[in-house]
Nanobody
Framework: QVQLVESGGGLVQAGGSLRLSCAAS????????MGWYRQAPGKQRELVAT???????NYADSVKGRFTISRDNAKNTVFLQMNSLKPEDTAVYYC???????????????WGQGTLVTVSS
């Protein structure tokens, strides 16, 4: 079974920083892309940032200049460095990945369990 394990969420004051991490494990042949989404209470899940195996990145306009996504391909791990946090960043953050699995062989989209980020004002 393929799974994503997230960590790094917590409670911080506005202007503070957090670093989220997400590690993929299981019968993975390759990972095409990894990313972060978030969902605030009463709102739909939205894209935060994505990164490909070639290190191309994409960010939501609301986090550009404040958040940085990176990955360690050898460890199948993706990170999200969040600086200058604002109260509106408060949400459950979910890791996701598009992978090729070996058992069975094929493309799969998988999600982490989510980690809560709370930013106080």
């Amino acid at each position: 079974q393929v799974q994503l394990v997230e960590s790094g969420g917590g409670l911080v004051q506005a202007g503070g920083s957090l670093r989220l991490s997400c590690a993929a494990s299981g019968s993975i042949f390759s990972i095409n892309a990894m990313g972060w989404y978030r969902q605030a209470p009463g709102k739909q899940r939205e894209l935060v940032a994505t990164i490909t195996s070639g290190a191309s990145t994409n960010y939501a306009d609301s986090v550009k200049g404040r958040f940085t996504i990176s990955r360690d391909n050898a460890k199948n791990t993706v990170f999200l460095q969040m600086n200058s946090l604002k109260p509106e960043d408060t949400a459950v953050y979910y890791c996701n990945a598009v992978v090729i699995t070996t058992a069975p062989l094929g493309y799969r989209e998988i999600w982490g369990q989510g980690t809560l980020v709370t930013v106080s004002s």
